[in-house]
């Protein structure tokens, strides 16, 4: 998808969404990723590990014991 697609999809700007992609790189910095090209780059791991992070912040509250087998 181009920056263009996406600014319709979004119905933003591309200037708006270029900022926007500033202000989440800045962010994404702190997982060693970055968005070029309306892709996320950088090491799977770590993508994995952002979308674990972002799941779980954003989900609602879950309990961490795993359920009981018998």
């Not at 702190?30 to 799977?44: C, M, R, V, Y």
């Not at 979308?51 to 009981?68: A, E, N, V």
């Amino acid at each position: 998808m181009s920056i263009l697609e996406l600014s319709e999809v979004l119905l933003i700007s591309e200037s708006k969404l270029f900022r926007k992609i500033k202000e989440l790189n800045i962010l994404l910095k702190e997982f060693g990723l970055t968005i070029k090209n309306t892709q996320i780059l950088g090491n799977e791991e770590q993508i994995r590990y952002l979308y674990y992070s972002i799941f779980f912040t954003f989900s609602p509250k879950r309990t961490t014991r795993l359920p009981q087998f018998e």
